[in-house]
């Protein structure tokens, strides 16, 4: 394949069609304040920071399958480029497009952090883990510029308020000063992404992401600083990474992991013609192989939207992923799990600050 056919640097190959907008990659930019990314891009896509200004910031989370409460995400859109990611359908909420745009027009919430000590200090929040980031990471390159996520930490820790992370950004070590405060309090736990130990693969997969060195480096840092660290194997993808699962698992254990996690790739919405396209690019010679066991593991289809199964996918690919990462759990992990976060002493904080008054 051609260095022209090919967009190096980025995950999605193209713009596609946005379901409530024709042309959609087109709307926003009179309207919302933006500026280019520092830097030339290598393929002529480059980023946009674009401010917006939301009127809330903390998101109930409705679905049963992911594990959390609450989330908060400080940016919309996420330079990595992960090719699979299920955030890149919300991009279309904003007008915008799955593909390209979901990795090159990246939504800043420059109030979050305003949004975020508004809320803990209601006197009607009651304290509960909120997680940086449900959605896109809160580690992507863009907090580099705009330090968002550090700045919500120093919220939390100020409110005595538990908070999770999830990313694939090293990045995270940072803010390793103020995660040491949180953490001397029971408030904090990471979720570490690492879906692959080859970095050819993380590349295609992943393009800018932090590499998987860095990442295992941190997942070790943060345990040694007594930050309990759940390494996520996700998303496991038939005939692409499934082969890594147990030596992915003793790599976090190895490098301290407190917990190890794992779904099934899942497709929907615009996500299957992104990724569909991308494969043929990408990998060629499997295309067919790994969109046929994708599908396998989902009633035969790329998208799956069940509550209880899209998440880890069901038939025999799903069911040999599941036992392959029991296997690694049980001969690897050694009865490790994840500390459960304080929530009292937001609380009790909240007492003690309204007795001023």
Not at 150 to 163: A, E, S, T
Request: aromatic share 8%.
């Amino acid at each position: 394949m051609s260095q022209e056919e090919f967009k190096k640097g980025r995950g999605a190959q193209k713009h596609v069609a946005n379901r409530f907008f024709e042309h959609s990659h087109e709307m926003r930019d009179d309207f919302l304040n933006h500026c280019a990314a520092e830097g030339d891009d290598p393929e002529n896509t480059k980023t946009l920071y674009i401010d917006t200004f939301p009127k809330t910031i903390v998101n109930k989370v409705e679905s049963p399958d992911v594990g959390m409460q609450f989330s908060l995400n400080p940016y919309q859109g996420c330079e990595h480029g992960c090719i699979y990611c299920y955030a890149r359908n919300s991009h279309e909420y904003w007008g915008y497009d799955a593909g390209l745009d979901f990795e090159s027009r990246i939504l800043v919430k420059r109030n979050a952090v305003q949004l975020l000590e508004k809320k803990l200090a209601s006197r009607s929040w009651r304290a509960a883990p909120i997680v940086l980031s449900g959605n896109t990471d809160c580690y992507q390159p863009a907090e580099k510029k705009f330090e968002l996520t550090r700045k919500l930490l120093q919220v939390f820790l100020k409110y005595r308020h538990p908070v999770g992370i999830i990313t694939k950004n090293a990045l995270i070590l940072r803010d390793l000063d103020v995660l040491q405060q949180l953490r001397e309090d029971n408030l904090v736990s990471a979720n570490i992404s690492i879906t692959s130990l080859s970095e050819d693969t993380r590349r295609l997969l992943e393009p800018r992401t932090a590499t998987i060195k860095r990442r295992l480096q941190a997942v070790e840092t943060l345990a040694k600083a007594g930050i309990a660290v759940r390494v996520m194997t996700a998303p496991i993808i038939p005939g692409i990474n499934n082969h890594e699962i147990l030596p992915l698992i003793k790599a976090a254990a190895d490098h301290g992991a407190s917990s190890i996690g794992h779904t099934v790739v899942r497709l929907n919405g615009a996500i299957g013609n992104v990724f569909e396209d991308w494969i043929r690019k990408a990998m060629p010679d499997r295309a067919d192989k790994v969109l046929n066991q994708i599908a396998a593991c989902h009633g035969g289809t790329l998208n799956d939207s069940r509550f209880g199964t899209r998440m880890r996918g069901e038939g025999e690919f799903a069911l040999q992923i599941a036992r392959q990462v029991a296997l690694g759990v049980a001969k690897y992990m050694g009865g490790r799990k994840m500390p459960k976060l304080n929530c009292d002493l937001h609380e009790q904080y909240k007492t003690g600050q309204m007795k001023l008054f």
